[in-house]
């Protein structure tokens, strides 16, 4: 569960975040508090839970993810 676990909820973690990024047009700022507060919010919830998953592999499955498929959602204004 620690190894395949980190991952998924990575994913999970990138997809809200990935929805939640498509909506923001011209606010910089909040872009950069969302893509930290995703990667804080991310290790510490998988670090806390229950049944114990992996957080370094959650956040690098995110890092994954967020160069792929995220950085699309995100304006270009913004970066």
Do not use: Q
């Not at 839970?49 to 270009?76: D, E, P, Q």
């Amino acid at each position: 569960m620690l190894s395949l676990g980190g991952p998924l909820l990575g994913l999970v973690f990138g997809f809200i975040a990935n929805i939640w990024l498509r909506k923001i047009i011209n606010d910089d700022v909040l872009v950069i508090t969302i893509s930290f507060v995703t990667c804080y919010l991310l290790f510490f919830v998988s670090e806390n839970l229950k049944y114990s998953v992996s957080g370094i592999l959650a956040l690098v499955t995110l890092g994954f993810f967020m160069s792929a498929i995220g950085r699309t959602s995100i304006n270009h204004d913004s970066i």
